[in-house]
């Protein structure tokens, strides 16, 4: 553990944007000025009781919050372990948990009267919801998604389309997120005058990793609550998948100053850590792109290197800074899990529990099928299924049909 | 500290005229042929050199300076490779100025009080690191600074006059006027619009204005080259280059031409110029 560890872990980021060394505000000058509009609109939005009651309104009859915190009965049976806990984020409206975010965001765009909205993404799950409030709110739609990715999760492409957003293929760079990343942030810096950027996960200049958190945060706030009524006492154990890490970010910061909460995030390994894999904080170091410094992969030059992950949505070959810091403070223990592993993780809940669940997720599934069988029974172990697999089925067929043949 | 970019606009300010900056991709297409051509760009009528540091991620650029960054990383070109064209283009020559353009996290792998030392070593008189606003100055500005380095801040039609002292406060060498709002070599700049915003950045600073992004073209270098103390040009070299490369994006014997008559087309518009901006 890090000799100095700080009084708590819920205080950052500073007011520069950084949690210890991770964070910041790393972006052109033009981006500068509308970066620190954003911070002031948000921080007054954030201490306006009504901005929070009309979220409130929102997140109860149109995502239809709250998610169950569900007892995955028949998984605990087969794992023989620990007592799992899904938190149910696959059944919010639009299918994961990104809506939470993208509604606050929405939410603060209006406040500071920007019509047109751009969004990255890279398994859709982000574009979707984006293209979800703005068609809600009246609002042009602009989502970047790298070609490789526009590819392997059409179901989400065709939505999108369907809900009135106009989705572009990013042919630069590998074609995933990160160049989506890198192509909205150029649409960002080209459009300064009309437009917000709905980043879709902890990551990005200060303020939007701790925005995006605060949003995501209705996650671990309502899981207290839960599992308060369900067991009468806090879990031990919370585990979600990470990829810029914004589902596991609202699961774990409620959580940050109980010390007797073991944390654990899963990365995505790929073909596993020695050969291509989206692992930041297992296979990176620090560096700084995207607007903040946080643990990267890449070369000896500082080039980025290129992620790779069966699941679009974790593949990005950084993480959110706070996540970054949560792992050098060691308040947090990162592990990851392989494309197979995943798509094990996939079938098994597929017909244990009755729930397909995303790619992305299925990571987490992965290493709990690990962790669960150490721990006693009355352990009690809360996953965050961030999102559901109907995007991924089409994909996870092609693969399994492959492997028969 | 003077730097050969004080001395330079010292004696382009003596002569009445307007400073021609060029930009190139450092190791594009191959690290042999850029070193020729920044060799061959004085002689062609360049006033200043900036030389772009190749990234995978290049957030502030368009498709062309994209895609030299690939190119000159698929051949092999590094940072440390950079710092060595800088050293064996100051061989024949220890007066064109030569800042070194780019993103900071090969600077940040490098390491910073290494690579400021090795930089000012080499030859190198400024900096321009598009992700690094006055917010971050603790990170790179200030130990280039004290090494001696230019910092050369980006201002742009966004910084206000309330943001604009601050974005001054620790820039050295020359201001750099971001002509549009966007990417390299997207819209054209509009030199009446141009020169309201040098005049207002000259309200606050002694520091020469230099004028990029959206200049392509003599005349539109001349127009710039009335209104402000230097025009930069990137993309139409870079477009310049690449057109002269074979198939497989390799360097023909037309490459160093290509672009060296194309900067020498651009120095004559901004030599005739009618007056530099004060």
């Known amino acids: 553990m890090n000799p100095s560890l700080p009084n708590s872990f819920r205080s950052g980021p500073d007011e520069r944007g950084h949690f210890g060394i991770f964070g910041g505000r790393f972006v052109a000058e033009t981006l500068m000025p509308l970066i620190l509009d954003l911070e002031k609109a948000y921080a007054d939005a954030k201490a306006d009781p009504s901005f929070q009651a009309e979220m409130n309104g929102y997140l109860k009859d149109y995502v239809g919050r709250p998610s169950p915190l569900y007892f995955a009965e028949r998984l605990t049976e087969h794992l023989g372990g620990a007592k799992i806990y899904f938190k149910r984020e696959e059944l919010n409206h639009t299918g994961s948990h990104k809506v939470n975010n993208v509604l606050g965001q929405i939410m603060v765009a209006r406040r500071m009267g920007k019509k047109r909205i751009i969004a990255e993404t890279g398994a859709g799950q982000h574009g979707v919801a984006t293209a979800t409030l703005c068609a809600r709110f009246g609002l042009e739609c602009i989502v970047y998604m790298g070609a490789v990715d526009v590819e392997r999760q059409q179901p989400n492409v065709i939505r999108m389309e369907m809900l009135g957003a106009k989705v572009v293929p990013v042919q630069s760079g590998s074609r995933t997120l990160k160049d989506a990343m890198n192509d909205a942030l150029r649409d960002w810096v080209t459009n300064v005058h009309n437009t917000f950027y709905c980043i879709g996960t902890v990551a990005g200049p200060h303020p939007y990793p701790m925005m995006v958190r605060d949003f995501q945060s209705i996650i671990g706030i309502e899981t207290r609550k839960q599992m308060q009524e369900a067991e009468g006492r806090l879990p031990d154990s919370l585990i979600a998948c990470i990829g810029g890490g914004s589902n596991a970010m609202g699961l774990f910061h409620p959580f940050l100053d109980d010390p007797s909460v073991e944390i654990f995030g899963v990365e995505a390994a790929g073909h596993g850590l020695t050969q291509l894999h989206a692992a930041s904080i297992a296979g990176g170091r620090p560096g700084v792109l995207h607007g903040n410094r946080t643990y990267l992969l890449m070369d000896d030059d500082g080039q980025i290197q290129d992620a790779h992950s069966i699941s679009a949505g974790l593949d990005y070959p950084g993480i959110g800074p706070e996540h970054s810091w949560l792992h050098e403070t060691g308040r947090v223990t990162y592990l990851s899990a392989t494309d197979d592993e995943a798509l094990a993780a996939f079938q098994l809940l597929s017909r244990l529990e009755g729930i397909i669940p995303a790619l992305e997720p299925a990571h987490a599934i992965a290493k709990i099928m690990e962790l669960a069988p150490k721990r006693p029974k009355d352990h009690l172990m809360v996953l965050n299924l961030s999102g559901r697999g109907d995007k991924d089925v089409p994909q996870v067929g092609d693969i399994l049909k492959g492997k028969k043949k | ?278």
């Not at chain 2, 004696?11 to 042929?33: C, H, I, N, W, Y």
């Not at chain 2, 910092?151 to 604009?164: E, N």
């Not at chain 2, 620790?170 to 006027?177: D, E, L, M, P, R």
């Open chain 2, 1 to 278: 500290m003077t730097t050969r970019i004080d001395t330079r606009f010292a004696e382009l300010a003596k002569q009445g005229r307007s400073a021609f900056v060029t930009f190139v991709m450092a190791g594009d297409p191959d690290p042999k042929t850029a070193l020729d051509i920044i060799k061959a760009l004085p002689k062609a009528g360049a006033d200043m050199i900036e030389i772009g540091m190749p990234f995978t991620d290049p957030m502030a650029d368009g498709p062309s300076i994209q895609a030299a960054g690939l190119r000159a990383l698929k051949a092999g070109m590094t940072l440390k490779k950079t710092l060595e064209m800088v050293r064996a283009f100051r061989k024949d020559d220890d007066t064109t100025p030569l800042v070194l353009m780019g993103y900071y996290n090969p600077i940040y792998i490098y390491g910073v009080d290494k690579f400021v030392v090795d930089a000012k070593t080499a030859g190198v008189d400024g900096l321009i690191i598009v992700d690094l606003p006055p917010e971050e100055d603790t990170e790179l500005c200030l130990p280039a600074m004290k090494a001696g380095l230019n910092f050369i801040r980006l201002a742009t039609p966004t910084t206000d006059d309330k943001r604009l002292p601050a974005v001054l406060a620790n820039t050295s060498g020359f201001v750099y006027y971001v002509a549009v709002t966007g990417i390299t070599g997207s819209a054209s700049a509009d030199s009446n619009v141009v020169g309201e915003a040098v005049a207002r950045i000259k309200r606050h600073t002694k520091l020469p204005v230099c004028v990029g992004f959206g200049i392509r073209t003599p005349e539109a270098a001349r127009a710039i080259a009335e209104k402000a103390n230097g025009s930069v040009v990137g993309t139409a070299l870079v477009d310049a280059l690449k057109a002269s490369l074979d198939a497989e994006d390799r360097a023909t014997p037309k490459t160093v031409g290509a672009v060296a008559d194309l900067v020498a087309a651009l120095a004559q518009g901004v030599r005739g110029a009618k007056q530099a901006a004060e």
